[in-house]
């Protein structure tokens, strides 16, 4: 199959999206198909072959949902965009978060021009990965009679999990097959680690963009908390970077200033390692998230998990068996949950084996199977039906 992922978000922009596009471009090429990605993005190099990007748009910063996003200026390139349908004839379109930004509307707009004029269409796919709070749904759901134009132009959707279904629905009525994210498990699952941090210290590892609703702040008041309920010595370490990354910095209690290390952005290659490095992984989201990849890299990593109560997390973790779910706005909750867990080795061993094994199910090799059987299935609809008319 000729396959077509079109997507806003992917490297060097590090973000649940990127991750997911990434390697649902990387299996489908395992398995023999010819996969353009169309981004706004160079790519970082992370694309097997040079001419399997194409490159569109230019991303903007913007703040969305409680966090930094950047959009693709997409003004005057459907020319382009006509261009590279007439030229790729692809099998398959597959566009992601493609009623959020204005690459994946163009497309949109451009196939439902070509089916008015009754020329020949990709069968065309859509996931949508989105889940907001109060604020956004409402907004959305404002906006829905802007939204009917691109109503019937989508042969299957999408969600990665029934937050983020719930979160388009109102928009964009109809069926939703919920796929998750996936996680190469291999990646994961290595012994390498950082020699720097494996030093005797428990590690409370945190990886995420540095921004509001991933509950950084929260977390940083936790730890005199944490320092009072435990005697073992202890350090958070803070994978990520965002424009905010000198605010929390300054959070920081300066009494457990010397606890807390910034990291910064690390590279594909030793995120892993900080992951295997780490004792506990905590991610204290508050809001905004559908589904949450950190929590099954930290899964496939075999580690005992602290997550926001937040509906898409709700999703991954059931309390007290592959993680503990805690109110992410509460610092003191955060603190006696971490402390508790420091405290017991064996609570953390039995959280983390179950976290490795729930892992599996979400591994790529799982993920992109359903994807292509869904492929095929509508491509064979599609030439069923044009042999029949």
Same mark, same amino acid.
């Given at each position: ?7 806003? &978000? ?9 991750? $997911? ?10 398995? +023999? ?22 490159k569109l748009g230019t991303p903007v ?67 949508? $990965?989105?889940?907001? +709070? ?80 991933? +509950? ?7 730890i005199p908390f944490i320092q009072k ?13 965002? %424009?905010?990354?000198?605010? @929390? ?25 900080? @992951? ?39 999703? %991954? ?37 179950q976290s490795f094994i729930d892992a ?14 869904? @492929? ?8 069923? &039906?044009?042999?029949?008319?």
């Amino acid at each position: 199959m000729k396959i077509g992922i079109v997507s806003s &978000y992917f490297y060097p922009w590090y973000g649940g999206i990127t991750e $997911h596009v990434y390697y649902q471009y990387k299996e489908l090429k395992k398995r +023999g198909h010819d996969v353009k990605l169309i981004t706004p993005f160079d790519g970082g190099n992370m694309i097997e072959q040079a001419d399997d990007l194409i490159k569109l748009g230019t991303p903007v910063p913007l703040i969305l949902n409680g966090s930094v996003v950047k959009i693709p200026l997409a003004a005057r390139k459907k020319e382009q965009i006509k261009n590279i349908l007439n030229q790729q004839n692809f099998d398959i379109l597959h566009l992601h978060q493609p009623l959020f930004c204005l690459l994946g509307l163009t497309f949109l707009t451009c196939i439902r021009k070509r089916k008015e004029l009754c020329l020949q269409c990709p069968v065309t796919f859509g996931t949508f $990965h989105a889940s907001g +709070g109060g604020t956004e749904r409402f907004v959305v759901k404002m906006l829905s009679p802007l939204y009917k134009r691109y109503r019937g132009l989508f042969d299957w959707r999408i969600a990665v999990s029934s937050a983020s279904r719930d979160f388009v629905k109102p928009i964009h009525p109809g069926s939703y097959e919920i796929i998750p994210n996936g996680v190469d498990v291999n990646r994961f699952d290595n012994k390498k680690k950082i020699e720097r941090y494996d030093d005797g210290v428990m590690n409370i590892l945190f990886v995420g963009r540095l921004e509001p609703r991933k +509950g950084l702040t929260n977390l940083l008041k936790s730890i005199p908390f944490i320092q009072k309920q435990t005697s073992l010595p202890f350090r958070l370490l803070v994978v990520g970077n965002g %424009v905010l990354t000198q605010y @929390y910095k300054k959070k920081v209690p300066k009494e457990v200033y010397k606890q807390v290390d910034f990291i910064g952005e690390v590279s594909f290659e030793d995120l892993p390692k900080y @992951y295997k490095t780490a004792h506990i992984f905590c991610s204290p989201a508050t809001y905004g998230e559908s589904f949450g990849i950190v929590l099954i890299e930290a899964m496939a990593s075999g580690l005992p998990i602290v997550a926001g109560n937040n509906e898409g997390y709700r999703k %991954v973790i059931t309390n007290n068996k592959n993680g503990i779910l805690v109110n992410p706005q509460n610092p003191s909750e955060l603190a006696s949950t971490i402390s508790y867990l420091l405290n017991s080795e064996a609570d953390r061993k039995r959280l983390a084996k179950q976290s490795f094994i729930d892992a599996k199910k979400y591994s790529w090799e799982v993920i992109i199977q359903t994807i292509e059987q869904k @492929y095929y299935e509508f491509l064979r609809y599609r030439n069923n &039906y044009r042999m029949v008319i």
